[in-house]
């Protein structure tokens, strides 16, 4: 079974400072979907990013960033510039390309100190 | 695009009672997921709709769960005989039918068994 691993439960970074969060996962799959969420306190979650495997290029959106590096099955989500909206639960979320299944990891906790 | 919604947002009810909760998806959307969510995990995959057929069931889901699409619109989840270890929070997402599309999350239905 794929399995998602976050393994920074809490993280904490200044206004305007940069971030970055970890994840790994684990797949024998050659073609597959990452994903980061975002869930706020009491709000819904919400996507940040995605990446397919087959791209060597990282993607990015305005802030967000990742590194994705295949070979070590390592997908880290960058943020720059960091808000005080940014505080959040932090998911890395897995989907092979010929599954349905979404696999999350269990969160990392963004705390942004103004 | 008025977004995933789920009713209700809270739910308490004594344990051995049935609950039922909503979900309507995107207008657009095919696939209707059900995720459960429990403090400090990230969610876990319940069930998963394409259109009306219910085409995958996570191990998690027992015989007291049951999930209904009926005409691929909303989906309701239902619980029978609830039990405290149901109390989590329960949620919906719906996606189209693109390998590299993303989950759109509702608010989530949280339920405590008491």
């Known amino acids: 079974a794929q399995t998602v691993t976050q393994s920074q439960p809490e993280m904490s970074v200044q206004e305007a400072e940069t971030v970055t969060l970890s994840c790994t996962y684990d797949t024998s799959e050659s073609d597959y979907y990452l994903f980061w969420y975002k869930q706020p306190p009491s709000r819904q979650m919400i996507l940040v990013i995605r990446q397919e495997a087959y791209k060597q290029q990282n993607a990015t959106e305005n802030r967000f960033s990742v590194n994705f590096q295949k070979a070590a099955k390592s997908f880290s989500l960058k943020i720059s510039d960091s808000q005080l909206g940014d505080a959040a639960m932090y998911f890395c979320?897995?989907?092979?390309?010929?599954?349905?299944?979404?696999?999350f990891g269990t969160g990392t906790s963004l705390t942004v100190i103004p | 695009d008025t977004g995933v919604s789920q009713d209700p947002r809270h739910k308490i009810t004594k344990r051995g009672q049935n609950v039922t909760f909503r979900c309507d998806p995107i207008?657009?959307?095919?696939?209707l997921y059900w995720y459960r969510q429990t403090l400090g995990q990230g969610p876990e995959f319940l069930t998963y709709?394409?259109?009306?057929?219910?085409?995958?069931k996570s191990r998690l889901l027992s015989d007291r769960f049951s999930a209904e699409r009926p005409k691929g619109s909303f989906s309701t989840l239902e619980i029978q005989r609830t039990e405290q270890g149901d109390s989590a929070m329960y949620l919906c997402a719906s996606s189209l039918s693109i390998y590299n599309s993303p989950l759109h999350f509702g608010n989530g239905t949280r339920l405590t068994v008491t």
């Open positions: 207008s657009e959307h095919n696939r």
């Open positions: 979320a897995y989907r092979r390309r010929s599954g349905n299944q979404f696999y």
């Open positions: 709709f394409q259109n009306e057929a219910q085409l995958e």
